[in-house]
């Protein structure tokens, strides 16, 4: 009897005891599982910066490819436009050598952009479908009178003119290099030739459409520096000007343009040189 009163005795001690572990056991379980919730949300969090931060940089990646799209649009109108200004020339050009080819049987073997003494062998060609109605002695003397004045032509081989030919062909056909060759190749072949000048345009020209813009301003120099009397002098000071603003030497380029304008006013070329330095100096906006 006393031991079953001992025994009970004991199990009512013991048990707080095991209650209180079994209390301690649960907070800890609790702690844990709190500390695991707080290690989710901080690895969430994570997550979530990492994600916003990918997602910045998505978008400045997308709005450098828009302004890489943008720059490489303008070069493509810019380089269209160039071509369709270079293009206009030839035609026109071609065209004027058409008609001096029809007029006159004597002018060298088709010169598509006008060389020296074409623009006058044209005129003197045309010339006689309005000479029937002056008289005799007065077309004598309007042809002594001339033949006095004017200068011979230069002439021109054969060699140079199909040299020049197959340059030009080659630049109207967009092959830039084979032009750009053809035409260093006439140059150093015959630098003094009449059609020299119009070379060293064509070289220059050949280059600036191609956007190599430190090579085509030196080929328009070096015609402005040999030829300064050429008929080409003021587009190649026009292109100088051009180059050099492309090239961001704006100063040096605004007065070149002005140049142009003062040395040949009322050409074409001071119209377009007047007509860039306006838009130069027009207010941003």
């Not at 599982?33 to 990492?50: K, S, W």
């Not at 002018?107 to 020296?116: G, I, K, N, Q, R």
């Not at 009178?145 to 030919?165: C, H, K, L």
């Not at 600036?208 to 402005?224: D, H, K």
Request: charge should be neutral; aromatic fraction near 6%.
């Amino acid at each position: 009897m006393a031991s079953a009163v001992a025994l009970a005795m004991l199990c009512f001690v013991a048990s707080p005891a095991r209650a209180q572990e079994t209390t301690r056991l649960s907070l800890a379980e609790r702690v844990s599982r709190l500390e695991q919730q707080a290690q989710n949300q901080n690895q969430g969090t994570a997550l979530v910066n990492q994600l916003v931060a990918l997602q910045s940089q998505l978008q400045q990646a997308q709005g450098q490819i828009e302004e890489l799209q943008h720059q490489l649009q303008e070069l493509k109108d810019k380089n269209k436009a160039q071509y369709v200004d270079l293009d206009a020339r030839l035609t026109r050009l071609e065209g004027g050598a058409g008609a001096t080819a029809a007029n006159a049987s004597s002018t060298p073997a088709a010169l598509h952009d006008a060389a020296p003494g074409t623009a006058a062998a044209a005129s003197t060609a045309s010339a006689p479908a309005s000479a029937a109605t002056v008289p005799q002695p007065a077309k004598a003397a309007a042809a002594g009178t001339n033949a006095a004045s004017a200068a011979p032509a230069p002439t021109i081989s054969a060699d140079e003119q199909a040299a020049y030919d197959a340059a030009f062909k080659a630049l109207r056909a967009g092959d830039y290099v084979t032009a750009s060759r053809g035409f260093r190749d006439f140059i150093q072949q015959h630098p003094s030739s009449a059609l020299a000048p119009n070379a060293w345009y064509w070289l220059g020209e050949s280059y600036y459409v191609t956007m190599n813009y430190p090579v085509a301003r030196e080929a328009f120099q070096r015609l402005l520096t040999q030829f300064p009397q050429s008929e080409k002098a003021p587009d190649a000071l026009l292109k100088l000007g051009y180059c050099q603003l492309e090239l961001k030497q704006t100063d040096a380029g605004k007065a070149t343009l002005q140049s142009v304008i003062s040395k040949y006013p009322g050409s074409k070329a001071a119209g377009l040189a007047q007509e860039r330095l306006r838009r130069l100096n027009a207010p941003a906006g």
